[in-house]
């Protein structure tokens, strides 16, 4: 699976949009974005997925560049819950294994 | 949406014990759980993928014998630690992924291992 590469660390005013770069030049046609996020002692939860399309839900905004090669997390209105371990990992159409990076600090301040 | 449920969320044990922490998918089929663990200020890190019905699969230099998996059901699996150490101690997490391809696997809330 191809590796990504993150920002270790962001801070997001409390109520702007907060906007997660991810790098993944070596990605492959079929190979999914996933964004995850783990908030201190918990477990991680998922965020969004998408393979090429921009993508849209409850959470998030998942947008992909045409060629693929990076793509960026928005949470729209960030709060203080927001603040967590974001990963971007990449995996294989019908992969199972989701290899874990460093991620991206996010710090939402009031 | 999908549930993971994993217990205990925390033990406190000798060394020498052997502890069993188990994984439920609440509301649907998982034909394959995934066993994380979590070092202090580390990212999460494979140590198995566990399949239904069949001996799972681990990862290099996670030694089977020490941490036994079993995946009797479609809804259950099981890591057991055995004769627990304190390098064990631990935030284990594990996650399940519906039978449906491309689906998302979701995680449970962890259980944090002490071993004294």
């Known amino acids: 699976d191809a590796k990504t590469t993150q920002p270790t660390s962001m801070d997001c005013a409390e109520g702007r949009a907060a906007n997660l770069p991810c790098n993944h030049s070596?990605?492959?046609?079929?190979?999914?974005v996933y964004w995850y996020r783990q908030i201190h002692s918990q477990g991680p939860q998922y965020i969004i997925h998408?393979?090429?399309n921009n993508e849209t839900n409850e959470m998030a905004s998942l947008i992909i560049t045409e060629d693929r090669k990076s793509s960026t997390l928005i949470l729209p209105h960030a709060t203080l819950r927001d603040t967590a371990v974001y990963y971007c990992?990449?995996?294989?159409?019908?992969?199972?294994?989701?290899?874990f990076g460093a991620g991206t600090i996010l710090r939402v301040k009031s | 949406g999908a549930v993971v449920s994993q217990h205990p969320s925390w033990v406190i044990c000798k060394s020498g014990t052997s502890v069993k922490i188990e994984c439920r998918s609440l509301?649907?089929?998982?034909?394959?759980m995934f066993w994380y663990r979590q070092f202090p200020k580390q990212s999460l890190m494979l140590m198995a993928t566990?399949?239904?019905?069949?001996?799972?699969?681990?990862e290099q230099g996670v030694e089977k014998d020490k941490f036994l998996i079993n995946h009797a059901s479609l809804t259950l699996s099981t890591l057991t630690v055995t004769s627990a150490h304190p390098e064990d101690s631990s935030f284990y997490i594990c996650?399940?992924?519906?039978?449906?391809?491309?689906?998302?696997?979701?995680f449970g809330d962890g259980t944090r291992l002490s071993i004294l």
């Open positions: 996650s399940a992924r519906r039978t449906d391809f491309n689906q998302p696997q979701h």
């Open positions: 998408g393979l090429k």
């Open positions: 509301d649907f089929q998982a034909t394959t």
């Open positions: 566990s399949n239904e019905g069949s001996k799972a699969t681990y």
């Open positions: 990992i990449v995996v294989m159409e019908y992969g199972n294994k989701l290899v």
């Open positions: 070596t990605i492959s046609g079929n190979e999914y």
